[in-house]
DNA sequence: CCGAGAACTTGATCTACATCAAGGCTGCAT
DNA sequence: ATGCAGCCTTGATGTAGATCAAGTTCTCGG
């Protein structure tokens, strides 16, 4: 689904926040609860207000596409609020998830005209927007945002590296131990209660999306959760939340050690 | 070599260039010969007397570690010649090559303490190697450097994702073919002259680390590099190097189209 | 030019995971 | 509450690529 586009093509605005320029609209990275986990984290009270005026936020319901693979590549996010999804296809339809961004991480970067990938919200997601101008005229008013965009980036490059190692080298029991284990550190920190929440992993994407950042079939992700589960490493909780009950048996799986 | 080297012999192969700040030295990135396909392209001249200053240059053979997984992380290098590979390990030796850089290729950026990848030479190489304040130093000094490098992570990181559809979505077939278009192409680049060298492929590397970067055995790699060989979509051509025989059709195949 | 180890190829067999197939939940629209 | 559509689970079977096992061909030191 793309997302309800009332009048022109391009500013998808299915949920712009109404946009007049008050004080509120300018506090909005001041106010904003996960900015200290976020790229924003860098900038000082004047740079923030400068961020509130470069980006408008977007509230989008699950399954909306953010970018579309291949589009002119105009606009910079930040996630805060949710996840999204972020993907390559195949032209006969094989899709590999690239990575979930959750709140606090940015996507949409690109140095060529054109996205090379495709984005699309999980749940209810929240996003700040850059265009790309305005994106470029932040980095070079403001240095330490550039820089903290730059270490952003690097640990998005080592994130991939594990994630090619995982698709590469793990076998389909790792690849789901080591998806748990990162999605409870997901959960930790966008959980705002601290406590009991310890041991919880937020797993709302479906198991088609888990199957395609693992690189598996849905059925193999589901014998894999299964047996954990009968193997009592892990229990449903509410929602779409699961419940880790052996962190170190799952973190000795995920890590390619044999036992058990 | 392309440059015409002023007076000293080239340094013994297996060290670090002799230290002596003389002209030639200030001028090592001025007459660099792939400056313009790296980083350091987009520095003035007074930038590149910078860089000169701020680096040295190093010498290795095949099979010389760069970087050792988990070491600190005090260093940051630019390929200059010859081919690098990046790789992770599992504690039980299996190993992903998450990547091989070329001249004009950066690597080991990281904002962790220390390396979260191992790097080790394929062939003969040299590389310019910037201690870590140094870098930084560098990255505030010039703008334009700065922009430049956030651009490169950039793009590794569009490469990574496209490799990550590679590994979790590809066959064995779309891998091998994939795989030999990209050496073709960064050959390309690295080529000085043009011609008769356009469908040249350059393949410094043995078949375990061509395996350990597609996910694949050494068996399956051989295997279907034969198979190619017999339908005449490539040819074998001297010392590493394969001719594409049929750019289209692997093109096609590496694509995901079912046509042969 | 020779010999030995490393790298590569090819064949036979095995297996982890995919594919095919059938139900069973869950939530929401009527 | 009821039905249905999307999502998930579980079982039976198939297969791409792994593993096991020989050779064969490079490469390079002496």
Redesign the interface.
Known sequence: MTFPSPTSALPPVGGVVPASKTDLDVMRCLVCDIRNRSLCNSMDEEGLAALAHSSRQLILPPSTTIIEEGEPALAFFNVTRGTVK?F?????G???I?GFADAGQFLG????QTY??GAETVDNVRLCRFMRPQLETL??DY?TF??S???A??????E??????L????TAREKVATFLLDRMKAFHLTANRRQEAETLASVPMTRVDIA?Y??LTIETVSRTISAFRRDHLIASAENHRIRILSVATLANIA????AE
């Not at 390559?88 to 006969?92: V, W």
């Not at 698709?167 to 793990?170: C, D």
């Not at 890590?255 to 044999?258: D, E, F, P, Y």
Request: hydrophobic content about 35%; aromatic content about 2%; cysteine-free.
């Open positions: 972020l390559k296809s195949l032209p006969d094989r899709r590999q690239t970067l690109s140095t060529a090379s990938f980095l070079s240095p550039e820089r965009l730059l270490a980036v690097t640990d998005k490059l080592a991939a590296q594990e994630q090619m190692l698709l590469g080298r793990k395609d693992l690189g890590s390619g050690q044999k």
